[in-house]
Protein backbone atom coordinates (compact mmCIF):
# COMPACT_ATOMS: atom_id res chain seq x y z
CA UNK A 1 0.00 0.00 0.00
CA UNK A 2 1.90 3.35 -1.20
CA UNK A 3 1.76 6.27 1.48
CA UNK A 4 1.22 9.71 0.90
CA UNK A 5 1.24 12.88 2.77
CA UNK A 6 -2.07 14.42 3.40
CA UNK A 7 -1.73 18.13 2.69
CA UNK A 8 -4.79 20.70 3.71
CA UNK A 9 -5.85 20.60 0.46
CA UNK A 10 -6.29 16.76 -0.25
CA UNK A 11 -7.78 16.81 3.35
CA UNK A 12 -10.09 19.01 2.19
CA UNK A 13 -10.93 17.25 -0.87
CA UNK A 14 -11.37 13.28 1.15
CA UNK A 15 -13.80 15.49 3.06
CA UNK A 16 -15.74 16.73 0.22
CA UNK A 17 -16.09 13.14 -1.43
CA UNK A 18 -17.07 11.36 2.08
CA UNK A 19 -19.82 13.87 2.46
CA UNK A 20 -20.49 13.20 -0.87
CA UNK A 21 -20.53 9.40 -0.87
CA UNK A 22 -21.97 9.00 2.99
CA UNK A 23 -24.34 12.26 3.41
CA UNK A 24 -24.93 11.00 7.10
CA UNK A 25 -21.56 12.70 7.39
CA UNK A 26 -22.42 15.73 6.04
CA UNK A 27 -26.05 16.21 7.69
CA UNK A 28 -27.92 14.62 10.18
CA UNK A 29 -30.10 11.84 8.07
CA UNK A 30 -31.60 9.45 10.84
CA UNK A 31 -28.85 7.09 11.01
CA UNK A 32 -29.36 4.87 13.81
CA UNK A 33 -26.96 2.69 16.26
CA UNK A 34 -28.45 -0.55 14.20
CA UNK A 35 -26.59 0.84 10.82
CA UNK A 36 -23.44 -0.62 9.88
CA UNK A 37 -20.59 1.88 10.58
CA UNK A 38 -18.56 3.65 8.15
CA UNK A 39 -14.96 2.59 7.79
CA UNK A 40 -12.86 5.75 7.10
CA UNK A 41 -9.98 3.41 6.74
CA UNK A 42 -11.40 2.53 3.26
CA UNK A 43 -11.64 5.62 1.63
CA UNK A 44 -8.62 7.92 3.27
CA UNK A 45 -5.27 6.08 3.34
CA UNK A 46 -2.99 7.89 6.43
CA UNK A 47 0.75 8.00 5.96
CA UNK A 48 3.18 5.61 7.89
CA UNK A 49 6.22 6.70 9.89
CA UNK A 50 9.36 6.89 8.39
CA UNK A 51 12.05 4.80 9.64
CA UNK A 52 14.41 6.11 11.97
CA UNK A 53 17.83 5.65 11.08
CA UNK A 54 21.27 6.80 13.07
CA UNK A 55 22.67 9.91 12.36
CA UNK A 56 26.69 9.49 11.63
CA UNK A 57 28.83 12.19 11.58
CA UNK A 58 29.56 14.07 7.47
CA UNK A 59 25.83 12.53 6.70
CA UNK A 60 24.68 14.17 4.10
CA UNK A 61 21.03 15.49 4.77
CA UNK A 62 18.54 16.96 2.27
CA UNK A 63 16.37 19.08 4.88
CA UNK A 64 13.76 20.76 3.08
CA UNK A 65 11.42 21.79 5.97
CA UNK A 66 11.57 20.00 9.70
CA UNK A 67 8.21 18.62 10.91
CA UNK A 68 9.00 17.59 14.63
CA UNK A 69 11.81 17.07 17.06
CA UNK A 70 11.38 15.11 19.85
CA UNK A 71 14.13 14.26 23.11
CA UNK A 72 14.26 11.47 24.91
CA UNK A 73 15.53 12.17 28.48
CA UNK A 74 16.46 8.62 30.65
CA UNK A 75 14.59 10.05 33.67
CA UNK A 76 12.48 13.45 34.64
CA UNK A 77 15.73 15.54 35.89
CA UNK A 78 18.33 14.19 33.64
CA UNK A 79 21.35 16.30 32.90
CA UNK A 80 23.58 15.84 29.90
CA UNK A 81 23.35 13.97 26.42
CA UNK A 82 20.01 12.83 25.60
CA UNK A 83 18.83 10.85 22.81
CA UNK A 84 16.81 12.59 20.59
CA UNK A 85 14.81 12.13 17.00
CA UNK A 86 14.07 14.69 13.95
CA UNK A 87 11.45 14.25 11.66
CA UNK A 88 11.98 15.98 8.16
CA UNK A 89 10.96 16.77 4.73
CA UNK A 90 13.44 16.62 1.95
CA UNK A 91 13.80 18.21 -1.52
CA UNK A 92 11.41 15.94 -3.07
CA UNK A 93 8.61 15.77 -0.27
CA UNK A 94 9.43 12.39 1.06
CA UNK A 95 9.73 12.16 5.23
CA UNK A 96 12.94 10.88 6.46
CA UNK A 97 13.79 10.75 10.07
CA UNK A 98 17.05 10.75 11.99
CA UNK A 99 17.90 9.75 15.62
CA UNK A 100 21.01 11.71 17.25
CA UNK A 101 22.57 12.63 20.43
CA UNK A 102 22.06 16.02 21.84
CA UNK A 103 23.69 17.99 24.54
CA UNK A 104 21.05 19.10 26.87
CA UNK A 105 21.52 22.70 27.25
CA UNK A 106 18.94 23.64 30.13
CA UNK A 107 21.02 21.73 33.29
CA UNK A 108 20.75 24.23 36.21
CA UNK A 109 24.50 23.44 37.15
CA UNK A 110 25.82 24.45 33.50
CA UNK A 111 28.59 27.03 33.64
Known amino acids: M ?3 ILKPARI ?3 LAAIAQVYPALAADTGRSDDDEP ?3 EDIVTFMEAPEVKPYHYGMHLDIEKVV ?3 YFPPEPNYCGVIPAQ ?3 EDSHGELNAIEY ?3 DTS ?3 MN
Open 68 to 70: SIK
Open 12 to 14: LLA
Open 86 to 88: MVY
Open 101 to 103: LYP
Open 38 to 40: IIL
Open 2 to 4: PAF
Open 107 to 109: CPN
